[in-house]
């Protein structure tokens, strides 16, 4: 504000200081410069926006300097900061990787002797695993097995063949045919030497 006391004097009047280049017939008046009536009849110049005063009017313009808006020099620091899309966002630590499986029953584990609630699901899958490949194992030796007692049962088919066919050889089933056939044969041979 301008200064309504100069030295403990009271300002009585407070205008706008006229400039020197004021032309005939029009009064050209400074904006920031005030002319001000002392209450002992002195007149100082007075600056508009402060209690900055001089008798000399010229002395006020060099002043007005201090009330310039300063320059504001825009620099990047003064910029509102906007993400940098070149420097990496911080990405959160990932959580620990927990580990896939249980660790393994250790080595001196019964076989067998845990229960099945104590195994996890990939023991469970290895063991069914197993279990199929044993029962496939078996069915295997099964039928391998009956294979054989197939062919045994073959084999003792065509022996006993063979041993029938033996046994009537040697029973001369053969030859009794032959002789009852050569029987009638003799029979008819009489019959007709006899009518
Ligand atoms: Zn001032």
Redesign the pocket.
């Known amino acids: 504000m301008t200064a309504t006391h100069v030295n403990g004097i009271s300002v009585l009047e407070d205008q706008p200081a006229r400039s020197g280049i004021s032309r005939t017939g029009v009064t050209v008046f400074y904006e ?1 410069i005030r002319e001000l009536l002392l209450e002992d009849g002195q007149v100082v110049y ?7 005063t001089n008798p000399n009017q010229h002395s ?1 313009r060099p ?2 300097k ?2 310039k808006p300063k320059a504001t020099t825009v620099t990047a620091e003064a910029l509102p900061s906007k993400a940098d899309p070149a420097t990496p966002r911080p990405i959160p630590a990932k959580p620990a990787t927990l580990p896939a499986t249980d660790p393994l029953p250790s080595a001196s584990t019964p076989e067998g002797a845990g229960s099945l609630a104590d195994l996890n699901l990939g023991q469970l899958v290895e063991r069914a695993r197993q279990s199929d490949q044993m029962r496939s194992e078996r069915d295997a030796a099964r039928r391998e097995a009956a294979d054989w007692k197939q062919r045994a049962a073959e084999e003792r088919l065509r022996r006993d063949g063979w041993k029938q066919r033996a046994l009537k050889a040697e029973t001369g089933t053969d030859w009794k045919e032959r002789a009852v056939r050569a029987e009638r044969k003799l029979s008819a041979v009489r019959e007709l030497l006899q009518s």
């Open positions: 920031q007075g600056c508009v926006h402060c209690d900055y006020i002043h007005l201090v009330h």
